[in-house]
């Protein structure tokens, strides 16, 4: 720490300390610095940031469950997967069923996660669950390449039970 240091020298040191060239579509007049918070000398010099990885949908599996005698409910399980196919834990998954609700899920070790409908009554012959995005730390959601068998919408139609 140096509590004596002026402005002008603490940015001095945090422009020194930086890697240059390294900040993806850093923008006019930027100064393009990846920062590094051991600048005074105590560790490594830093290394690249991290890769980004790119996610979609690897694919939407469903079901339907009663509930009681006059109500029903549908689960759909979204799996998320990198570039390479393989799946991809920590991912949010955001999404939303045609009878108003929404939701999101966080994908565990297998990659996936399920989202479940609020409960409708059996007047509700089907519900739908549209796939709206994915996220997470380091991600890029790419959703041209989802897995969709029926085609470009990121959506399942689940039928009561």
């Known amino acids: 720490a140096h509590p004596s240091a002026t402005p002008s020298a603490v940015e001095t040191a945090i422009e020194t300390g930086a890697t240059t060239n390294k900040v ?3 923008g006019a007049n930027s100064l393009n610095l990846l920062l590094y918070s ?3 000398g105590t560790g490594s010099s830093p290394s690249d940031p991290p890769a980004t990885v790119y996610i979609h949908s690897g694919g939407r599996a469903g079901c339907t469950a009663t509930v009681g005698k006059k109500n029903w409910r549908a689960t759909v399980t979204v799996t998320v997967h990198n570039a390479a196919h393989g799946v991809v834990a920590n991912a949010t998954v955001q999404g939303s069923w045609s009878n108003g609700g929404t939701g999101s899920c966080t994908t565990d070790a297998s ?3 399920p989202m479940t409908s609020s409960s409708m009554n059996n007047g509700t012959a089907a519900v739908t669950f549209t796939l709206t995005g994915l996220s997470g730390s380091g991600m890029t959601y790419t959703s041209g390449v989802n ?3 029926s085609g470009a919408q990121p959506a399942v139609t689940l039928t009561k039970p």
């Open 147 to 149: 897995h969709d068998p």
């Open 38 to 40: 051991l600048i005074a």
């Open 111 to 113: 990659g996936s996660c």
């Open 24 to 26: 993806t579509s850093a």
